[in-house]
C-alpha cells in the first residue's frame, strides 16, 4: 500500500479576524500554486483509490484541487483522523477501514503530517519537514504497517510545480 502525505497549501494566517481556526479557507496564491502543485502530482501519480482529508477548510481546498486535477472529485472524503493534533494511534485505527486500499492520499497539517510519515517509516523522532503543498509518499505492507515503511519521495511545493509544466 502507498499512502500519499500532502500538506495543504498557503492558507489565510491563524490570527485572521473572525475566521476560526477549522474555516481558514487558502488564500489566492494557496490555489493557484496547489492547481499547478496537483497537475505535477497528476504526471507522477496516475490515481488515487481515494482521497481522505482534514475536514478544516485549507486542507479540504487542497484535497479537491488535487481530486479535480485528476479527476477523481467523487473520491473525496472527509477524515476526522486527519484534524491537527490526533494521536497516531487514533489516526492508524480509523485508517484501518481502508486497508483494501493500494493508494490513499491523505490531506492533513503539520506537524501530524511530518510525525505521521516518521512514524510509519519506524522513527521514533519526526525529522520529514513538510512545507505548505510538500507531498510524499510511503509504502508500507498494511495497515497497521508489520514493517516500518518506506519513505519513497518527498517532492517540495516547487519542485512539483516544475512536474506540472511537464507534457
Not at 90 to 119: N, Q, R, W
Request: a positive charge; aromatic letters at 8%.
Amino acid at each position: 500500500m502507498k499512502l500519499y502525505l500532502l500538506r495543504h497549501a498557503i492558507a489565510f494566517p491563524r490570527d485572521t479576524p473572525g475566521v476560526r481556526d477549522e474555516d481558514r479557507p487558502l488564500t489566492d496564491e494557496g490555489r493557484e500554486k496547489m492547481q499547478r502543485e496537483a497537475a505535477g502530482i497528476a504526471h507522477i501519480v496516475k490515481t488515487f483509490d481515494v482521497i481522505l482529508t482534514s475536514p478544516y477548510k485549507r486542507a479540504y481546498e487542497t484535497a479537491m484541487i488535487t481530486a479535480r486535477a485528476m479527476g477523481l472529485s467523487k473520491a473525496v472524503n472527509v477524515f476526522d483522523a486527519l484534524k491537527p493534533g490526533t494521536s497516531y494511534a487514533v489516526f492508524m485505527k480509523a485508517l484501518a477501514s481502508y486497508a483494501d486500499k493500494k493508494d490513499v492520499l491523505l490531506v492533513g497539517h503539520e506537524p501530524d503530517m511530518s510525525t505521521f510519515a516518521a512514524a510509519l517509516c519506524g522513527m521514533t523522532q519526526p525529522n520529514i519537514g513538510f512545507k505548505k503543498g510538500s507531498i510524499g509518499c510511503v509504502e508500507v505492507d498494511r495497515i497497521p504497517p508489520q514493517h516500518h515503511g518506506v519513505l519513497l519521495w518527498l517532492l517540495t511545493p516547487g519542485q512539483a510545480r516544475a512536474l506540472g509544466t511537464r507534457r
